[in-house]
């Protein structure tokens, strides 16, 4: 139908790391104040996503893993007024074609376990448990061998996920996240503040400003390091637009040059910088493994951020 059709299927699922975006933002999309993730074998072997969500009803479960199915749009004007993180209902469908997937949900009031294997539902069983969902993922591309061995390894494939879960961590303060890699715990955040957030994610980050400026274009607010605090790279500067993580090298470098002659040559300064943008002025491309982003105005944007950032740049001691 229309709703489907004006809908361009994607390429959902990469790498393990894009199995976690999905999965954390259904848990967000269900309204989770606690999230739990865990990989092995740098999530080749094993994701598992778990949330205190709004959970699903075991009817509800068999539809999620079905093509084109989501709960989140109704209409084909919803499209345009997107809220929510998911709403093509191709995420789960996408990732259960490729592993052996298993779901237990509850909503509260009945809970169930849906096994699919490389897309075929092969059980259905009840369950017990808390309202919430819990996704696990077993051995990923397990039946496309292509893509199983384009695969990084495990140490690059986890250092994705870190990064990707790190990304969460400093988006929603208030979600409490617990992250393990094996059964080591790498991130453990209670519901928190931005600058908490930075201080888990960067912790050698001693000294910071955290900030809120309203701009020509909106709001933009964050947390930027000292200029003594710098990495040889961009690892440690991220940039959301209304609330999504977006890459876009003009803005790193509007960023730097708000920091001037303060940073030492080539050093790379942290960053955690969300811009509130009307959405008529800023095009977010929802394909989900692209990042990019189009303002309308794009030198005013960048002009505004080297603006903000020079004068909390000076606001540092010293
Ligand atoms: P989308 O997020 O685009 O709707 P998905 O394939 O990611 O599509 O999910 C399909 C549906 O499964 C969602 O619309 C939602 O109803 C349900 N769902 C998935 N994950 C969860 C979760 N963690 N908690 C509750 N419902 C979920
Ligand atoms: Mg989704």
Redesign the pocket.
């Known amino acids: 139908d229309e709703v489907i059709s004006k809908i361009a299927a994607g390429e959902v699922v990469t790498n393990p790391a894009s199995v976690v975006k ?2 954390v ?3 967000v ?2 309204r ?1 104040s606690k999230i739990e993730i865990q990989i092995r074998n740098g999530g080749k072997s094993y994701i598992k996503v778990s ?1 205190n ?4 009803s075991t009817e ?1 479960l068999t ?2 893993v079905q093509r084109y ?4 749009i109704e209409t084909l004007e919803d499209i345009y007024k997107i809220t929510s ?9 996408s990732i259960a074609e490729v592993s052996r997937l298993l779901i237990t ?1 509850s909503n509260g009031e009945v809970s169930g376990k849906l096994e699919v294997v490389g897309g075929k539902v092969v059980r259905i069983s009840e369950a017990f448990r808390e309202r919430g ?1 819990t ?1 696990e993922v077993y051995d990923l591309f397990f039946n496309v061998p292509a893509r199983r061995k384009f695969l990084s390894s495990e140490k690059v494939e986890a250092r994705m996920v870190t990064e990707m879960v790190e990304r969460f961590l400093v988006a929603l303060p208030s979600v409490e996240f617990l992250y393990k890699i094996e059964d080591e715990v790498v991130y453990f955040a209670k519901p928190s503040r931005l600058s908490d957030r930075f201080s888990t994610v960067f912790p050698e980050v001693r000294e910071f400003r955290e900030f809120e400026e309203e701009t020509s274009f909106g709001k933009v607010r964050g947390v930027i390091s000292s200029p003594q605090y710098c990495r040889k790279n961009r690892t440690g500067q991220m940039f959301f637009v209304n609330g999504r993580f977006v890459l876009d090298s003009l803005l790193n470098s509007a960023l730097e040059r708000g920091y001037g002659e303060s940073i030492s040559h080539g050093g790379k300064p942290y960053a955690v910088i969300f811009l509130e943008i009307s959405p008529d002025r800023v095009d977010v491309n929802i394909h989900p493994q692209k990042l990019q982003v189009k303002f309308s105005d794009a030198q005013g944007v960048y002009n505004e951020i080297i603006r903000v950032v020079r004068d909390q740049v000076r606001k540092f001691p010293g």
Do not use: P, Q, W, Y
């Open positions: 999905e999965l933002e259904n848990s999309d269900a989770a949330d969500g709004i959970g699903m509800e539809l999620a199915t989501t709960s989140k993180f998911g709403f093509r209902g191709e995420a789960l469908a949900s969902t996704v």
